[in-house]
């Protein structure tokens, strides 16, 4: 693959690059057992990842320190077992470009501008990253800006000292594209919703922000899979509590669906369904999505927990001169287990600073049939 001559380029070290090559190993493995394997021409394999702080410098990463550069080819591992990767809080693209360098030629990103900080983005990208062997960009692309009839009556965003109680957009804007897949035509529309706080006048503003762009989207789904069988999947981080949560309701109440097989639990620490991909497509299509299969070769939806398999907690002793350069272990000492005062609680340290080098969310996929020439044919033998 075209990844892995940069492999040599980026570690000169022998021992460096053979730990480096024995972690792809075990991920190459962990994702040959759970991700269908792509093919060329029957299914297109998409995915969301909410990668945390992706291109943001230290001061903004809670002093974890920056990502090493083994992590960039673990994330490219990752990105290239699937077609097409909706990527959440992708921030400056220096890194980001890092990450295309290892996928190769072969693949392409389309990306927002930054986010306003004063809306609560704090400079963030909503990304495409697809692979062109596959996917088709169809040279259409923007914003959702709400109407103002649809404006977040919740939004308390401050501008310039001055509170703004009612009619703000979206804290951080969806962005919506066409690409094609084979005989598949979809629109897609990436989010990354308001969190806020669990509870309050927050949360509200959280569920507020998933119902509009829900409703937004949805007439103009229906037109146009009338008028040009373009499917829309909507999906992202929607900071979703559980799918019984109003959250969950106000991302469905307007015709979107959620197969049975995507409600799952995506954050790291298995408490949480953040991540979402919703669809308003042929009933078809996720009746195919549901079906439920034994072997995870087989499957058609799932999560993709990278934990097992790199950065595992038996590595942390390997990582420790790395913490020990963040700033927030500067002047600490390495105890194994132990922490006295002056000492860094290791264990409790790496399982937060790991996040920082992949993420604290885990991808959620879906495997769509694309082939749609037996279908074709028969309704043309029917006319």
């Not at 940069?6 to 690059?17: K, Q, S, V, Y």
């Not at 493995?29 to 991700?35: E, W």
């Not at 990450?99 to 983005?121: F, R, S």
């Not at 790291?268 to 497509?281: H, N, S």
């Amino acid at each position: 693959m075209a990844m892995y001559p940069a492999l040599r380029r980026r570690f000169e070290n022998g021992r460096e690059r053979s730990w480096v090559v024995n972690r792809l190993l075990k991920l190459r493995a962990q994702l040959s057992r759970d991700v269908p394997a792509k093919d060329a021409d029957d299914h297109v394999l998409i995915a969301t990842w909410n990668i945390r702080d992706f291109g943001k410098d230290e001061k903004q990463r809670k002093g974890f320190g920056p990502r090493l550069p083994e992590t960039h080819f673990y994330i490219a591992e990752i990105i290239s077992r699937f077609d097409f990767v909706a990527v959440q809080e992708v921030n400056q693209l220096t890194e980001w470009e890092r990450v295309i360098d290892i996928l190769g030629p072969d693949w392409n990103y389309i990306a927002t501008d930054v986010a306003d900080a004063m809306l609560g983005g704090n400079g963030e990208r909503l990304t495409y990253v697809y692979d062109r062997r596959k996917v088709r960009f169809q040279n259409i692309a923007g914003e959702v800006v709400l109407p103002p009839s649809m404006l977040i009556s919740k939004a308390t965003v401050k501008f310039e000292k001055k509170k703004a109680v009612s009619g703000a957009q979206f804290r951080r804007t969806p962005f919506v594209a066409s690409f094609q897949a084979g005989w598949f035509k979809f629109d897609i529309c990436t989010v990354h919703i308001y969190y806020g706080s669990e509870s309050g006048n927050e949360l509200e503003e959280r569920i507020e922000e998933i119902d509009r762009v829900a409703e937004y989207l949805s007439k103009r789904a229906d037109i146009r899979m009338q008028s040009e069988n373009r499917s829309l999947i909507l999906l992202g981080d929607f900071n979703i509590v559980s799918p019984e949560h109003k959250t969950m309701g106000a991302l469905l109440r307007h015709g979107f669906h959620v197969p049975e097989t995507l409600r799952n639990k995506t954050n790291i620490g298995g408490t949480k369904y953040y991540d979402q991909i919703a669809f308003k497509i042929e009933r078809g299509v996720l009746d195919y999505v549901d079906n439920v299969v034994e072997n995870p070769r087989d499957r058609f939806a799932g999560v993709f927990r990278f934990f097992e398999s790199v950065l595992v907690e038996e590595d942390e002793a390997h990582y420790v001169e790395a913490m020990n350069a963040s700033s927030a272990c500067r002047g600490k000492k390495y105890r194994k287990n132990q922490n006295p005062s002056g000492h860094i609680d290791y264990p409790k340290y790496y399982k937060d600073w790991r996040t920082y080098q992949l993420s604290d969310h885990c991808p959620l996929w879906v495997r769509l049939k694309v082939n749609g020439a037996d279908d074709y044919l028969r309704k043309m033998r029917s006319t």
